[in-house]
């Protein structure tokens, strides 16, 4: 503590003149040390430069400004001490993934606003990271959906609207959250929402991926009505997805990173609380007096409690530790009542221990994702699951295209029969993936994918320049059969 305490006094130094023009040396002079050594002291308890920590101090408390008054950019630029716009720009760009402009047009999220102290700093990094891949991706899709309303090509302004307007929607989805992860930073216990967290982001690159294809197929359809000219924002749809699609395995890979931390840092709370817990037990059995059998089961919880490693202990054995425990205390109160509350004294320490013992049994349990199947068997369930529901999905199109209003005009018997025979290789498909065993039924489903796409590709050519649609779902399911093949490879 000796040397955190002038480095810790230091921070609070700093955010009192955080919008003066600060050094090292007058930093370091406020606390009565040398530059160079208070700069490696500061360095080695919060794991960056002093003028990283300042800079980055600066910029979040601009974000903030930036959000809450209507100073303009270049006032808040020179109100936290920077020398000219640009270089305001610049560095906000760099560490808030999005120019000063986007950041305020957008209501993006700052990085965390409180002072993060000692092993937090590593929190926080990785906190600032997600951050930035959120805020510079939402500023992309709301550019897009921007574009879309503007874009003189456009051929049918209502539907391109209700896509921007989608657009917008999937964007705002992601907003939600971004205070969520700000906060991990300040209370890591929160990192136990990562789940919820990374799957909001998933069903979001999910959505693009799907309004891509959809927009698509709608330009396709419509191939005298100016398609040609809206063909760009089809690019840009897919663009867009694809960049959806690379933000969610970024951002996933950071929370991995970020979740080994937090949870070594939360076992080694866990046993603390545990060895706290177990001081506790041991006095109470030192204190219960005038009852041999009550203190010899308490002094056999203790042990058998004490001796567990923290890696063997489950959940349910500290519902058990805790039920007899309950039982215990139960017992020796009745007990004690039995003689006018004489003794009552002798089981005090049972409270505390009882008490202790609960709260690291609740900080345990956070540690715990209950889980029905392995970590393979889970994930390989996962993808599964979404292999049939993607599957559902281009069941659905192609048979909307077959339909008398769409393609079914243009069809002769031949081709409507080989449609309904792709249709219910798709659905058996569907039931196919759902009760999957072993890589082999993976491995079927992956080439009647690709027997499916080439039926496909084929009728396309059969139905000239009307079957374009057909080749967009063609290759949506040769996509899919990709997906599939390149899992498989990495078992």
């Given at each position: ?21 600060l ?38 408390l601009?974000g903030?400004?930036?959000l809450?008054?209507?100073?303009s950019?270049s ?9 000219s ?22 209501g ?18 990785a ?27 456009q051929?049918n ?8 307007d ?7 989805e ?7 992860i700000?906060?991990?930073a ?18 979001c690159?999910f ?16 191939q ?34 970020l ?22 037990g ?9 009852y041999?059998n ?7 919880l ?6 567990t ?59 715990v ?7 393979n ?6 993808f ?73 590709l ?7 320049k ?5 080749r ?9 059969a990709?997906?599939i093949?390149?899992e498989l490879?990495?078992?």
């Amino acid at each position: 503590m000796d040397k955190e305490s002038p480095v810790l006094r230091s921070l609070d130094i700093i955010e009192k003149r955080i919008s003066e023009k600060l050094t090292v040396e007058n930093i370091a002079g406020s606390v009565y040390f040398s530059k160079y050594y208070y700069g490696r002291m500061f360095r080695e308890i919060m794991g960056e430069t002093v003028m990283e920590y300042v800079t980055k101090r600066k910029l979040t408390l601009a974000g903030r400004a930036l959000l809450e008054t209507t100073a303009s950019i270049s006032d808040v630029a020179f109100n936290y001490g920077f020398e000219s716009h640009e270089g305001f720009t610049r560095s906000f760009k760099a560490y808030m993934g999005v120019t000063p402009t986007e950041y305020r047009k957008y209501g993006l999220s700052a990085i965390s606003q409180k002072t993060v102290k000692g092993k937090y700093t590593m929190y926080s990094k990785a906190t600032v990271e997600i951050i930035r891949e959120l805020n510079d991706f939402i500023a992309y899709a709301k550019d897009t959906a921007q574009t879309v309303r503007k874009y003189k090509g456009q051929a049918n302004k209502l539907f391109w609207n209700n896509v921007a307007d989608k657009t917008d929607d999937y964007a705002d989805e992601l907003k939600t959250i971004l205070d969520r992860i700000g906060s991990i930073a300040e209370h890591p216990d929160e990192i136990t929402n990562r789940f919820t967290i990374i799957k909001t982001i998933e069903d979001c690159s999910f959505k693009f991926n799907l309004l891509a294809f959809g927009v698509s197929l709608v330009v396709m359809r419509k191939q005298n009505d100016g398609s040609d000219a809206q063909k760009p924002l089809c690019t840009k749809y897919y663009e867009l997805a694809g960049a959806a699609a690379f933000k969610v395995n970024k951002i996933a890979q950071f929370f991995n990173e970020l979740s080994a931390l937090i949870f070594e840092d939360m076992r080694n709370t866990a046993a603390e609380k545990i060895k706290e817990a177990v001081e506790k037990g041991k006095a109470a059995v030192e204190h219960v007096a005038g009852y041999p059998n009550i203190k010899k089961e308490v002094e056999s919880l203790v042990n058998e409690f004490s001796s567990t490693p923290l890696e063997d202990i489950t959940a349910s054995q500290f519902d058990d530790y805790m039920f007899r425990l309950y039982i215990l205390h139960f017992a020796g109160d009745l007990d004690a009542s039995s003689t006018d509350g004489a003794d009552k004294a002798a089981f005090g320490g049972l409270i505390k221990f009882k008490e202790s013992l609960s709260e690291a049994a609740h900080f345990f349990k956070t540690l715990v994702k209950p889980e029905s199947c392995g970590k393979n068997e889970c994930k390989k369930q996962v993808f599964l699951q979404n292999v049939a529901f993607q599957t559902n999905i281009l069941l659905f199109y192609t048979r909307g295209e077959m339909s008398e209003d769409k393609l079914g005009q243009y069809m002769d018997d031949r081709q409507k029969a080989v449609f309904k025979s792709i249709c219910e290789k798709l659905n058996n498909l569907i039931h196919l993936t759902n009760n999957a065993a072993g890589e082999t039924s993976i491995d079927e489903v992956a080439g009647i994918l690709y027997n499916i796409k080439t039926d496909m590709l084929f009728e396309e050519i059969e139905l000239n320049k009307h079957g374009v649609s057909i080749r967009l779902i063609a290759l949506e399911i040769g996509s899919l059969a990709d997906r599939i093949a390149k899992e498989l490879s990495k078992k």
